[in-house]
């Protein structure tokens, strides 16, 4: 069976380097699954779950904002955070949550509203992501 190579990488480090049978994105437009021999593309990714689909079973990660390249048999996300399911801290990411939001209802600056509603789009697909392995 043909399988495709998934790399996730952030600015720090590479998270992520397996071969896969299917991976799911969140993407601008909704959610993208993406087979072995997938036609070229590069889109954009939106913070959410990315879900590698490997000899049958599912491994959940959470993943920020960025970009992804598919080609028919590799698929590169370049994201500004990426972690995998049981790397995230549950009571920590209710907090960065708990926190953005208090800082959303501050009056903020344009560029501070942006990078206060990125760290709020984090924390949640983290929580998504591992309240989902908790069920």
Known sequence: MATLKLEIVTPEAKIYSEDVDMVTIPGSEGEMGIYPMHIPLMTQVVSGELVARKGGQDHYLAIGEGFVEITGDRVAVMTDMAMKADDIDEARAEEARKRAEARLSEK????????????????LAQLHVKRRKNR
């Not at 206060?116 to 924390?123: F, G, I, P």
């Open 108 to 123: 903020l600056s344009d560029e501070e509203t942006a990078s206060v509603t990125a760290a709020l789009a984090h924390s």
